[in-house]
């Protein structure tokens, strides 16, 4: 299985000697209800590929993130025969079927250089490998998706991956991105994202944009969502809403980094260093079982609100992983103990970026915690975090920078 429109391979480099085998990795989109069509043009295509002189085998997968974004890679004896195949007439004719199926691909070809195990050694136990043909196709995974957000009028497909699923858990599925604006323009930035008029939330008959949170702090602004259903379909719903396209072109003269989300290239870079993956979600079991409502922020299972917060965590450089494994330990604990103010929390983290979003029954003016002892999970996250910073009157902030809420919305 190929590209349906491949080119030459470049010639192969220091690291890879002339004959080594080649690996074809073709990503597809498959265009809406096409899916079984494209299932059907493959089943009957990969017998033909299997046949070709050369070919190994070929995998085809689907995204655990995204049910509309699929992947086939294909392993051929060398880059000779492949070429000689992808520039038949023969080939043009193989792939017709699938022209109608997809709204876009991209092709990358990498001859093998190192491998693990090494051919002719022994596998591991329970270990196997595809033959010819072999298709092992993954399900779809509803309530996640492998897309990014973008308020350009293209199609989020075009504009970039997430790095990994993201986060699902109790059906809801959670992500972040992040970017900074120009020291200066922060209280215009804040009215931007605080006045526009939000988009319908129901996506289709399975996904819905359930909240929207956005805060600040300084110069760094942080858009958490949450959905039900696919994120990709929500996202590229959300992107298309004319408004929301209206106001990331309003603020982009204040962004620090600039970005065309009408440059694919461009918007490909902006959205690969703004995510911000959720790391851990913990929720209060007895909103997780349906008890309350704490998913949707609205009334925790005693029957009083519940407020979201957020905290920026100055984390040591390097410390950033470290930091989010202590912070999903604590609320983990918190979220378990019923006299424990912590109704839900997620933290998300790029690299040494953590911000933690946490709804807390009753007011946030309860009075900070208790300090924590020395040997305390608590007191060791402090010390994987630069002190200093504003003071955190809630006490639930565990060090972090209160953020500063710009808007929080949540559909009904």
Known sequence: MTTLDDRLAPPPSAAAPPTARLRVVLLLDVLDGRQENFLAAYEQIRHQVAAVPGHISDQLCQSLGNSSQWLITSEWEGSEPFLEWVESAAHRTMVEPLHGCVRDTTSLRFLVARETPEQGAAQPRGAASAGPGAVPVTGSAAGSAARSYTGSGRPADEIDPLPAPPLCSNGVVRHAITFTVKPGSEAEVAKLLADYRAP?????????????????????????????????????????????????????????????????????????????????????????????????????????????????????????????????????????????????????????????????????????????????????????????????????????????????????
């Not at 202590?326 to 929390?345: K, V």
């Open 200 to 412: 319908q939330p129901q996506v289709d008959d399975t996904t819905r944009l359930l909240r929207t949170s956005l805060f600040m702090y300084g110069n760094r602004v942080v858009r958490a969502v949450e959905v039900a259903g696919d994120l990709g379909n929500a996202l590229r719903h959300v992107a298309a809403q004319p408004e929301i396209r209206a106001v990331e072109q309003a603020i982009n003269p204040y962004l620090e980094e600039e970005r065309d989300l009408t440059s694919p290239a461009s918007a490909r870079a902006f959205f690969a260093r703004a995510a911000l993956p959720a790391a851990c979600h913990e929720t209060d079991p007895a909103l997780a079982s349906g008890a309350g409502s704490g998913e949707t922020g609205e009334i925790s299972e005693g029957g009083g609100p519940l407020t979201r917060l957020a905290f920026l965590y100055p984390v040591r450089p390097g410390r950033g992983a470290d930091a989010a494994r202590l912070l999903g330990a604590l609320d983990a604990e918190a979220a378990a103990d019923p006299a424990h103010p912590l109704a839900a929390a997620t933290v998300f983290r790029r690299e040494d970026t953590v911000v933690r979003v946490v709804d807390v029954r009753g007011l946030p003016s309860d009075g900070p915690a208790a300090p924590a002892a020395d040997g305390d999970p608590a007191a060791v996250l402090r010390e994987l975090l630069v002190p200093g910073g504003p003071a955190d009157p809630t006490g639930l902030g565990l060090g972090g920078h209160p953020m500063t809420p710009v808007t929080d919305r949540t559909s009904h």
